[in-house]
């Protein structure tokens, strides 16, 4: 089993642009959820899909931010566009029942 | 709502000693999941350990243990004979488990720095 899938590792852009991290969960598992990083806010939830829907995007800070889930096997996270208080490390996890097992992370760097 | 309270934000061992990090929780569920995750430098978020509310049995991985005390409401973490790898930022986290909403409350976190 690979893990969990998070493309890419590493982003740096510039304000204004639009940004697109990419996850691919664990084969079977029927949550996924995203979450943000940061040494001032610690680990926030974004937001979480079940069987593809989404079920609580009350973390997502703003309209700039939006997450799609296609299939049971890919998701999304845009910053549309972004701004440098959106650098952090973006994590996609994926889960069968209670045990969430989470991606390498997306290190985003917004200058 | 429940929240994780971790109230050592940092802490420092000798190699080869026990260490424990605190854990409290506020819920008014009767059954629950509790976990702790591991998140070295490498910022991989690593699963350490699971307990279930309903099991009095305190769950063990290797030399990782808990102590959970369901009326306290706490759930701490045993690392015994330390081992330098296990510096990282260690995490408890709750989840209440509600038919397709596994939603995890994670504390704050400790850091930990184990010592040569």
């Known amino acids: 089993d690979a893990g969990v899938i998070q493309s890419p590792r590493h982003e740096v852009t510039e304000m204004g642009q639009e940004v697109t991290l990419r996850c691919k969960p664990i084969?079977?598992?029927?949550?996924l959820f995203w979450y943000r990083q940061t040494m001032m806010r610690g680990l926030e939830l974004l937001i979480y899909?079940?069987?593809?829907?989404?079920?609580?995007d009350s973390g997502m800070p703003e309209d700039r931010f939006s997450a799609k889930m296609p299939n049971a096997s890919f998701s999304t996270l845009k910053i549309q566009p972004s701004e440098p208080r959106d650098s952090a490390v973006y994590f996609c996890?994926?889960?069968?029942?209670?045990?969430?097992?989470f991606g390498p992370g997306t290190r985003l760097t917004v200058t | 709502a429940q929240t994780v309270t971790q109230s050592q934000p940092e802490m420092s061992v000798q190699e080869a000693e026990t260490v424990t990090l605190s854990c409290t929780y506020d819920?008014?569920?009767?059954?629950?999941?509790l976990f702790w995750y591991k998140q070295p430098p490498s910022r991989q978020m690593i699963l350490v350990i699971r307990?279930?509310?309903?099991?009095?049995q305190n769950a063990t991985e290797n030399r990782f243990s808990v102590n959970f005390q369901k009326a306290a409401k706490s759930f701490s973490l045993k690392i015994s004979d330390s081992q330098l790898g296990d510096t990282a930022m260690y995490f408890c986290?709750?989840?209440?488990?509600?038919?397709?909403?596994?939603?995890?409350?994670f504390g704050k976190g400790t850091r930990l720095h184990i010592l040569p």
């Open positions: 819920t008014s569920e009767n059954n629950y999941y």
């Open positions: 084969s079977g598992h029927n949550s």
């Open positions: 996890a994926s889960s069968l029942r209670f045990e969430q097992y």
């Open positions: 307990q279930e509310a309903y099991k009095q």
């Open positions: 899909f079940n069987n593809n829907v989404p079920i609580d």
């Open positions: 986290a709750f989840m209440k488990p509600a038919g397709g909403d596994d939603k995890i409350i």
